[in-house]
């Protein structure tokens, strides 16, 4: 069974950064695409970023040029660094795997358990 175990969660003012970590348990890392998405007090979830199993990235607009995902599958594991943060980006974050990168939940087989993140201004 898959598990995905995420960290690197916090708070942390406006302007500043944070970096999290997605660990998989799982043999065939590298045929999958990974994600983070987030979800916000009273929103649905959204996507954040996902990266596929040979390096393609993409990005939410509201994230683009400030986050950056990344992959090592030899580690099995993805990480996203977090920069310039904003309130608005206060959420928790799920990590999760699919068979291909999109940006629907409905596509995500696997999820974490979350980890929250809080900006304050």
């Known amino acids: 069974q898959v598990q995905l175990v995420e960290s690197g969660g916090g708070s942390m003012h406006a302007g500043g950064s944070l970096t999290l970590s997605c660990a998989a348990s799982?043999?065939?890392?590298?045929?999958?695409?990974m994600s983070w998405f987030r979800q916000a007090p009273g929103k649905e979830r959204e996507f954040v970023a996902g990266?596929?199993?040979?390096?393609?990235?993409s990005y939410a607009p509201s994230v683009k040029g400030r986050f950056t995902i990344s992959r090592d599958n030899d580690k099995k594991m993805i990480s996203l660094e977090m920069n310039s943060l904003k309130p608005e980006d206060t959420a928790v974050y799920y990590c999760?795997?699919?068979?291909?990168?999109?940006?629907?939940?409905?596509?995500?087989?696997?999820w974490g358990q979350g980890t929250q993140v809080t900006v304050s201004s």
């Open positions: 799982m043999r065939t890392f590298t045929r999958y695409a």
């Open positions: 999760a795997l699919g068979e291909f990168l999109v940006r629907v939940t409905s596509a995500y087989d696997q």
């Open positions: 990266i596929t199993g040979s390096g393609t990235s």
